[in-house]
């Protein structure tokens, strides 16, 4: 088993920047992608970036390109999303998820290990 503990939500101004952090522990050598995906409210959760644990490639959907940036630390078996210029609509709930796969994709139900989730709330 896998388990992640995500970090770093909080409450921040329009324009702030945050980073997240997510902590995986057990069968961690099983892990080949992480992801995070957001959920706001009254809406389905999406994806939001992943990266291959191996080798560092990383994915973004197209809303967040240029603001989102997903990295990790493969000694702290953590990785990382760094939110910059934060605005009212990435309000949500922020959950790190993890598969036993190089193949990242987005739907949500590929991902067998989630992290309980960290709340990220943008004021304007």
């Known amino acids: 088993q896998v388990q992640l503990v995500e970090s770093g939500g909080g409450l921040v101004q329009a324009g702030d920047s945050l980073r997240l952090s997510c902590a995986a522990a057990?069968?961690?050598?099983?892990?080949?992608?992480m992801a995070w995906f957001r959920q706001a409210p009254g809406k389905e959760r999406e994806f939001v970036a992943a990266?291959?644990?191996?080798?560092?490639?990383?994915y973004y959907a197209d809303s967040v390109k240029g603001r989102f940036t997903i990295s990790r630390d493969s000694a702290k078996n953590t990785v990382y999303l760094q939110i910059d210029s934060l605005k009212p609509e990435d309000t949500a709930v922020y959950y790190c998820?993890?598969?036993?796969?190089?193949?990242?994709?987005?739907?949500?139900?590929?991902?067998?290990?989630w992290g309980q989730g960290t709340q990220v709330t943008v004021s304007s």
């Open positions: 998820a993890a598969r036993n796969t190089v193949v990242v994709v987005i739907n949500p139900n590929e991902y067998p290990y």
């Open positions: 057990g069968r961690t050598f099983s892990i080949y992608t």
């Open positions: 990266i291959n644990w191996s080798g560092g490639r990383t």
